[in-house]
């Protein structure tokens, strides 16, 4: 089994920073890929950004490309997205999981609570 526990959301003005952070307990976490995913009202989740534990390899969506950034900390079983340049468009609540890649495909089987990042212009 793989919890997930998300923090680090808030509210912000348009172009300022947030960090959050997604802590994850379970013997096989660190075997796992591990993403970012956000859901805006009226919207669904979508894919934000995903490290490889094993590798560190790192994938993120176009939109955040270049503002977003995905770390982890191996001593804390902790991943990170850090959120530069903020825009009333990131507003949503992000999501964190957990997952299996597989042949090129990714299932991701275990999530957390979500946390809630609003943006004002």
């Known amino acids: 089994q793989v919890q997930l526990v998300e923090s680090g959301g808030g509210l912000v003005q348009a172009g300022d920073s947030l960090r959050l952070s997604c802590a994850g307990t379970g013997r096989t976490f660190r075997s796992r890929i591990v993403g970012w995913f956000r859901q805006a009202p009226g919207k669904e989740r979508g894919f934000v950004a995903a490290a490889r534990w094993g590798s560190g390899s790192t994938d993120y969506a176009d939109s955040v490309k270049g503002r977003f950034t995905i770390s982890r900390d191996n001593a804390k079983n902790t991943v990170y997205l850090q959120m530069n340049s903020l825009k009333p468009e990131d507003t949503a609540v992000y999501y964190c999981?957990?997952?299996?890649?597989?042949?090129?495909?990714?299932?991701?089987?275990?999530w957390g609570q979500g946390t809630q990042v609003t943006i004002s212009s």
């Open positions: 999981a957990a997952g299996v890649e597989y042949r090129g495909s990714t299932t991701w089987g275990y």
